[in-house]
C-alpha cells in the first residue's frame, strides 16, 4: 500500500543520546515535512523540504536536522536529545513542491526522553 | 505561532445531530485545509478549500471559507460514533506571491455519542 512509513513507532530514549527518526515515502512525492504534535499545542512544523536536496527550518527547528538525500527519504536526527523533546512525530508529504494539495502523513513516531 | 485557531475546543453531541467547528487565522492564505486525526493516528486529510472559493462539499462535510473575516467552518451532517475524533485546520499562506507551509491550528475534539 502505497504511503509513508515511520519508523520507530514509539522510542524511550536517554537524554543526551542521539537518534535517527527515519521517514519513507514511495509515492514519489516532492515535498516533505516533519512536524511534532505536543498536547494543547497542535502540530508544529520543525523542518521541510521542497524537493530532494534542499530542506528549510520551520516554527521549531533548533536541537534537529534533517537530510534529504533522494525523494524518498526525509530522516529526523535529534543530536543530542532533551526531555523537551519528548512528542509524537509526524513525517507528511505533498505532490508538488509545497502545500498547494492535500498532504498525507505517516503515522507518527512517539518519543518520550527521560 | 499557530495560523489557525480552531473553536470550540471540544465538542460533545449526538449521534444524528450536525457537528459545527470553526477556525479564524491570521494572514493572506493560498489556501485552508481540514485534517482528521482519529486517537493515537496520523492525521488524514478530509477536504481542502482554495482562497478564491466560498464553499465546498464531500459527502457529509460542508466547508465554507471567508476570506474578508479570515474564517472557515467545517459542518459535518448527520454524525456518527465514527466521526469522533480531532479535527484541525490548516492553512498555507501567502507571502507577497510566494507560498508559505501548511501551519496547523490546536484541532477541536469531537465526541459523538451514540
Known amino acids: 500500500i502505497a504511503g509513508i512509513t515511520q519508523a520507530p513507532t514509539s522510542q524511550i530514549l536517554a537524554a543526551g543520546r542521539r537518534m535517527t527518526l527515519r521517514c519513507t515515502q514511495d509515492?514519489?512525492?516532492?515535498?516533505m515535512y516533519w512536524y511534532r504534535q505536543d498536547l494543547g499545542l497542535g502540530l508544529r512544523l520543525i523542518h521541510y523540504s521542497n524537493t530532494a536536496g534542499t530542506t528549510g527550518k520551520g516554527e521549531v527547528p533548533d536541537g534537529y536536522s534533517v537530510s534529504r538525500a533522494n525523494t524518498d527519504d526525509f530522516p529526523l536526527t535529534l543530536a543530542s536529545a532533551v526531555p523537551s523533546q519528548t512528542s509524537v512525530y509526524f513525517c507528511?508529504?505533498?505532490?508538488?513542491?509545497?502545500?498547494?494539495?492535500?498532504?498525507?502523513f505517516g503515522q507518527g513516531t512517539r518519543l518520550t526522553v527521560v | 505561532s499557530q495560523q489557525g485557531e480552531e473553536d470550540p475546543q471540544a465538542l460533545s453531541i449526538q449521534e444524528g445531530e450536525n457537528a459545527t467547528m470553526n477556525c479564524s487565522y491570521k494572514?493572506?492564505?493560498?489556501?485552508l485545509q481540514w485534517y482528521r486525526q482519529n486517537s493515537g493516528r496520523g492525521l488524514v486529510h478530509l477536504i481542502l478549500i482554495r482562497s478564491n472559493e466560498r464553499e465546498k462539499h464531500s459527502g457529509r462535510l460542508r466547508v465554507t471559507l471567508d476570506t474578508s473575516k479570515k474564517s472557515s467552518s467545517l459542518l459535518i451532517t448527520a454524525s456518527r460514533a465514527a466521526d469522533t475524533a480531532s479535527y484541525f485546520c490548516a492553512t498555507v499562506p501567502n507571502y507577497g506571491g510566494s507560498q508559505g507551509n501548511l501551519i496547523f491550528g490546536k484541532g477541536t475534539k469531537l465526541s459523538v455519542k451514540p
Open positions: 507528511a508529504s505533498t505532490p508538488g513542491t509545497g502545500p498547494s494539495t492535500e498532504a498525507f
Open positions: 494572514t493572506s492564505i493560498n489556501n
Open positions: 509515492m514519489r512525492h516532492n515535498a
